[in-house]
Structures are given as structure tokens and as C-alpha cells.
């Protein structure tokens, strides 16, 4: 593993150690509460991500490997994130707490995996080209830190 490689690795972790601390520490009141932001519930948003961790490290998987990525629109994203969040509306906590425990393990591991050419990388994104880097800067670790600052913001967590 190259330096490059643990310095992104570690910053998933962490963000997603502190996603697993909130999910933790939710009352059984404050994991119903929808957020502002997506308009599901904490627990549907904690599962989101958790889900999020396997889809994402297997685009970076792709990417890294010079294959191409399958296109995805916005509005098949959207419709994606909508079936997720009704067929998981009821998901249980301590479910969802191994599946974030899981993919982060296997999205970490993706990313340690990398080799400075790899993540220099370009994967043709829907938003346009992106280094394999900035895939895992923005989508990987930004999925966790936006959905993670939503959750704190409803339960009036730091």
C-alpha cells in the first residue's frame, strides 16, 4: 500500500468511524426522525451509506482497473435512492451497524489496495472525467461526510 493510498484509507475510517459513534448514540426516537436534507429516516440514511460504502468501492474498483464505468444518470441515482429508502424504511439499527461495519471494511480495503498510478487514474463519471482519487476524495469519503452531517444536524449531534 502506498503512502497516497493509507492517507485516503485512513480518512475513510475515520469518517466512517464517526458515522458508526452517531448511529450508536441515536435514541430509538432520533432513528425514525426524518432528516431535512434527504427526507428519510436517520436509520434509512445510516443504511444508505452503509450500502453506499459496496457501490462505491466497486466503482473505484473499476475505475482503478481501467474499466469502463456503466453510465448513470441523476434521475436513475434518484430512483435507486428512493426503492432503497422504501424497502429499507424499517431497517433495524443493529443491522444496519454490521452492514457500516462491513462495507467500510471492504471499501478501506479497496482503497489500500491502490497504487499511485491507480488512483492517478481517470474513471468517466457522470459528472465528467475523474481521477480514481478524486472519486474516492469526493464520492466515497463526501458520501459519508454529507449524510453523516445531515444525521447530526436532526439529532442535534456534534
Known sequence: ???????????????????????????????????SGERWSVG???HHVAEGHKAIAGIIQAAASGQSLPPITMEMLDQRNAA????????????????????????????KGLSDDQLDRIGQMRMGPMKVQEIIEQILIGHVQNHLGSIRATIGAR
Do not use: P, Y
Not at 492517507?7 to 475515520?14: N, S, T
Open 1 to 35: 500500500m502506498g503512502e497516497r493510498a493509507k492517507v485516503l484509507a485512513d480518512r475513510f475510517e475515520q469518517a466512517s468511524q464517526e458515522m458508526i459513534r452517531t448511529v450508536e448514540q441515536c435514541s430509538d426516537a432520533q432513528w425514525q426522525k426524518a432528516t
Open 44 to 46: 434509512v440514511v445510516a
Open 84 to 111: 432503497h429508502a422504501k424497502q429499507h424504511a424499517n431497517c433495524a439499527r443493529a443491522e444496519t451497524l454490521e452492514l457500516l461495519r462491513q462495507n467500510a471494511t471492504l471499501a478501506a480495503t479497496t482503497v
